[in-house]
């Protein structure tokens, strides 16, 4: 008895011979269909990428746009509550020098009350103890 895969049929020989040619024209049309959706898909993602870096550019631009004004206006507040500071600090030194002053006023004011005291008890002739000074004319 004969066995062997070179004596099959020729009918037989027929339908392998179109299986694998069927084989051959299906896996290249599916390598064709893969390497077309290849393409595609890296033309999507080169417009992808050209869109998401345009709108990153603009997005860039207006950060800094609003970056900027943002800096503008901290730096005129900035001006502004300096300025105010400054006045601020002026008036307190004024009121501190005015109060200063009408301190002294008040010292000799009461100096001189002091002194007229001290001028009428030795006219009058209270001593007064707890004043070792004399008292001189007011």
């Known amino acids: ?70 800096d503008a206006r901290i730096s005129e507040q900035g001006e502004r509550l300096g300025g105010r500071i400054d006045a601020q600090e002026a008036r307190i030194d004024m009121l501190y020098d005015t109060m200063r002053n009408e301190h002294a006023l008040i010292l000799e004011s009461l100096a001189g009350i002091a002194q007229r005291v001290s001028y009428i008890e030795g006219h009058l002739g209270i001593g007064r103890a707890a004043d070792p000074e004399p008292a001189g004319p007011p």
Request: proline letters at 0%; glycine letters at 4%.
């Open 1 to 70: 008895m004969r066995s062997g895969l070179f004596e099959l049929k020729s009918d037989t020989w027929a339908i392998i011979g179109a299986g694998a040619a069927m084989a051959a024209i299906m896996m290249t049309v599916m390598l064709a269909l893969n390497a077309a959706t290849n393409a595609r898909i890296s033309e999507q993602t080169e417009r992808l990428d050209a869109r998401i870096s345009e709108q990153t550019d603009r997005l860039d631009a207006r950060i800094s746009e609003q970056t900027d004004r943002l």
